[in-house]
C-alpha cells in the first residue's frame, strides 16, 4: 500500500473512531460489500461488526463476513451502518426503510451521529 493511501485509511478510522465511539459496545451491521464497506471492516478496529449486508451474494464471505440478508442482519445487530455513496446510500435506505423496526438506528458513517428514522416517524432525513 501506498504512504498516501496508508494515510488516507488511517484518517477514515480515525473518523470512523470519532464518529462512532459511542457505539463500540453495541453489534453493528454494515450495508455494503463495495470499496466503502470494506474500509469500514477492514480499517476500523474495537467494534462489534455483526453482519455484512447485501441485496444478494447471501452465504459468500467479504472482509472474513458472511454476507446476510436484512432480516437476519436486524436479528444480529442493535444498529446498521450503510457504507455506500451519498446518493446510494439514499437509495438503500428508501429500499430497506419499510423493513426497519421502531427503534432500530440506520446511520450514515459520513455524517456523524446521523440517524435515519425508522418508519413510524415523520421526520425525513433524505430529503
Partial sequence: MQQMDVWR?????????????????KRIAVYGIGKNAERVLSYTVGFDFSAVVAKDHFGKLFCGKKIVPLNEALKESDLMVIAATPQ???EVFARIRSHIPEGYHVMDPRIPLKFYPTPKSSANPLK
Fill in 9 to 25: 485509511m488511517e484518517q477514515f478510522s480515525k473518523g470512523f473512531d470519532r464518529n462512532f465511539h459511542a457505539y463500540q459496545n
Fill in 88 to 90: 446510494a446510500t439514499k
